[in-house]
């Protein structure tokens, strides 16, 4: 730690090139090496990187940002290129490969060898959320037959010392998959014991056509540090790591958090999006919004008149169409957290209603009593003066509080299994889109029952 | 798959001990039995559970929801209890202790042995969300000028086949750690070699001061699987599996999201959290909300003469003040989740004001412009008739969505980072409460700019 503070503090001070000894070298990690070449600028970042051996590019190259993987890519020697992109780990592979577009894919793919080219080629047609894409290649596989004596042998001469080494995998003659299991187990049993009396034969695995989200459900349930991927005919396809699906379950998370919060999901991390952009992906749900809620500018134009004989009655349309999106936006984020987390589907949908009409209408109530008493009260004290028929107009927000919090939960909490059903991401039933909904269709609520309660008294 | 299909088919056929015969008993997981027992209503659950040997409780307690595992241990006849509390893994006797109020903390900690009851009650002296209360202790560590062929006779003597031995812990003389070691390198080095020769002396590790959330960052950082904790002095204390922290950390990310819904997040899922529970956690901010909005009404209450020469401002009370509330929970919502991820910390507000403040300007500009564009075309197409000064109302929204996008900008961006300088939870700052905030505020801010726009012709 006290390295990297050493090296941290004295980033902006140029080259930083003669901090990274022969000695000290291998005694900071390379992921710590990238997060400081992902922070100083992109110059002195490459001109650092270059003057490492190629080993330890090798090792650092996968921790660096991933939109600036292809710089630091280019600033390879050509010599270099073939050789560091074919020896990196194949899921680092794919994965620096699918940030690329056009024409610098090409550009890199070229130095691919024929069995990478074809490899990755193959797994880039999966969607951009299959597991598929997180899968690594370079696995070991045993058969059931062997003993643990020759299973070791095998792996001393052909499993290089990285994670994937961690679970070896055990097939049959036909490369099916039979058993998964921890490398503990070849040191914890005597090494006479066949792989075939040592196995549980209890596997589980992922399929083609599973996805990270998926992938992490499977990974939290069974408690495992990797899984194998397998196709249709139970052959062997990959293996899946734990650390990968973290990842990309995070990513994931923050994708639905953005979306929620009513904007498109940013490509790249908040601090490295150019300031346009960071713009326009706001823009765009913003506008849309805007032009919805003028919606609310046509619907109180319908009330126009009321509104000129009974001005209190525009004092509260903030507070009564705010109420029912706040109990919109509760309601949508309890719904689309447990779908993400798997407790609740979408043929839940049933019991849901149920429960969030209960809900709605008990929180309905409760804000329409304090709204009714609210306004009872300063007339009371002689704090504001609502007229002759306050009583009326508290009814009026009691009546109109209980139907908008009802509608804003109920609301709320369909839409996202509504998007589901028809293969939306529920994120994108965002708090303020819930809130826009409820807005407008909240303003015909409460007008509708102003005119039907102050009917010939106020109105 | 294909038996807890049959199982879950089955399920509500009443009594389901049956299906658990010996002979499949083995070939289902515990979490998938658990899952089956987590499903059904309690009373069948706990029959099912009673029929299993000691054994498969124990393998199978762990994975049932930890609400309802005082029941399940309440089950299992006397004699059981004292040996499957104290044979469950370190982590899992932790949790379940954890989970346990008075009376029923006492009423199971009195079967605790000398040993697990000293350690449990120093781990739950740390706070909930310490990486301690993770903990597991029940790690084996080697010496570092063991053989490796020592190492693994001392392994196959001393370590049960579980999870705990996919990495090993060297040590020193006096129980400081020395390094970590997968338990694949026993394997892939030549038996005569030492461990000090195979070592990388690399070794990441985690505090007592730790949060589950600071090992989620180290755990994505590194890629590891496991990661010891050690105190003040290099001692290792315990070791904490990926597979906790995970669980740990979706927790940490529902809790935030549902604060950020605007409302207290739940002790339970969603499905089991009983209705009026439900309501209650909603109940608490939907009226701090509902009371605060209240200023709106306060608010336009200064305002109301305006309105009633002017009900045309009116109109447009809800689209000028929910475009800040939208924009507010953008920025917050970028914000939050750049802080936990650790993209942003605290000390970035100035880069965070400068950004938004830029993004605000720009996003407001956008808005007001349309919004001016909206009531130009109305008018001219004759579709409402906003009077004779319809030109000035135009300008007067386009310079109040300026400023209250702006100004929901800011405060969304800002009061996460507030929130956290004083030690709160930056979630707190919720969709709802930004959007809250700047409806009170933007109401002012838009009456303000018409009374100086239009003084003199509308007001």
Known sequence: MKLITQFTNQLFSGDIKKYFSRNTEEQIYPSDVASILNTIPLENALATFTSFSLARKARIFPFIERFNQKDFFSSLPE????????????????????????????????????????????????????????VNTDFITLKSNMSIEEAIRYLQENQPDNENANVVYVVDERGKLVDDMPIRKLILYPESRHLYEIMDYNCITLGLNDTTEDAAVTFKKYDRVSLPVVGPD?????????????????????????????????????????????????????????????????????????????????????????????????????????????????????????REVQSGLLLGLTLGILGAIRISLWQYLGWYNYGEHWLLLAITILFSLVGIVLWGTFSGSMIPIILKKVKLDPATSSAPFVATLVDVTGLVIYFTIAAFILRGTLL
Chains 1, 2 share one sequence.
Do not use: C, H
């Open 79 to 134: 010599e270099q290129k073939s050789i560091l992109l074919n020896n990196l780990v194949s899921t680092d592979r794919v994965s620096f490969l699918s940030s690329l577009k056009d024409p610098d894919f090409s550009a890199v793919a070229r130095y691919l060898n024929e069995k990478n080219r074809r490899e990755a080629e193959n797994l880039l047609t999966y969607p951009k959320d299959s597991v598929l894409r997180l």
């Open 234 to 354: 139970g052959i062997l396809m990959g293996v899946v790591t734990v650390d990968d699906v973290m990842d990309a379950s995070e990513e994931e998370d923050t994708r639905d958090m953005q979306m929620f919060g009513g904007m498109e999901s940013l490509e790249f991390p908040y601090v490295k999006t150019p300031l346009l952009q960071l713009v326009q992906k706001r823009a765009g749900w913003l506008v849309i919004l805007f032009l919805s809620e003028m919606l609310t500018a046509t619907a109180m134009g319908y009330f126009e008149a009321e509104i000129a004989k009974a001005v209190v009655l525009a004092l509260f349309v903030p507070l009564v169409i705010s109420s029912g999106g706040n109990s919109g936006s509760q309601a949508a984020t309890l719904i689309i957290r447990a779908m993400a987390v798997r407790e609740l589907t979408v043929r839940d949908w049933w019991y849901v209603m149920r």
